[in-house]
């Protein structure tokens, strides 16, 4: 199982709360967690280089269960449009205040072993990301 979730590093809030939440997700999930596919979607590719999303990833875990995806803006325009992840974020690095000009959808999608959509997952992104639920839903994809 995969979980897709379109964000930035410099993201203050949901960004890394999403992915500290995964990162419960996963060990929840026991010897089972490391099959999960956690996959991080830069939205802002003018800061988030390939170090930057490595090191951000590393706070929640090792690859292969988490990972980033950097892509050109046309590659990152088609995967969006293919959720509906709405997205916008500066042109360039050394935009004013680029934080507060970046914002996207706050969907955490979760697709099974074969490829398609399953759940979008909501509580991921809340105070209560609700593991539990999250977990038997993915413990049901891996049988």
């Known amino acids: 199982p995969v979980i897709l979730y379109f964000g930035f590093t410099r993201c203050p809030d949901a960004c890394p709360l999403?992915?500290?939440?995964a990162a419960r997700l996963a060990a929840r999930l026991g010897g089972q967690g490391r099959k999960l596919r956690i996959l991080f979607v830069t939205v802002d590719l003018a800061?988030?280089?390939?170090p930057r999303l490595k090191s951000f990833m590393a706070q929640f875990g090792p690859p292969p269960v988490f990972d980033a995806l950097h892509g050109?803006?046309?590659t990152l325009a088609a995967l969006?449009?293919?959720y509906a992840v709405m997205y916008q974020a500066p042109k360039g690095i050394d935009a004013p205040d680029p934080v507060s000009g970046?914002?996207?959808s706050d969907a955490t999608?979760?697709?099974?072993?074969?490829?398609?959509?399953?759940?979008?997952?909501?509580a991921l992104s809340s105070p209560?990301?609700?593991l539990g639920q999250n977990a038997a839903l993915i413990r049901k994809l891996m049988a």
């Open 80 to 82: 969006a449009h293919r």
């Open 109 to 122: 999608y979760l697709f099974g072993q074969d490829g398609r959509a399953v759940a979008i997952m909501t």
């Open 47 to 50: 800061y988030d280089t390939i």
């Open 128 to 130: 209560d990301p609700k």
């Open 18 to 21: 999403t992915m500290q939440h």
């Open 102 to 104: 970046i914002g996207h």
């Open 72 to 74: 050109t803006p046309e």
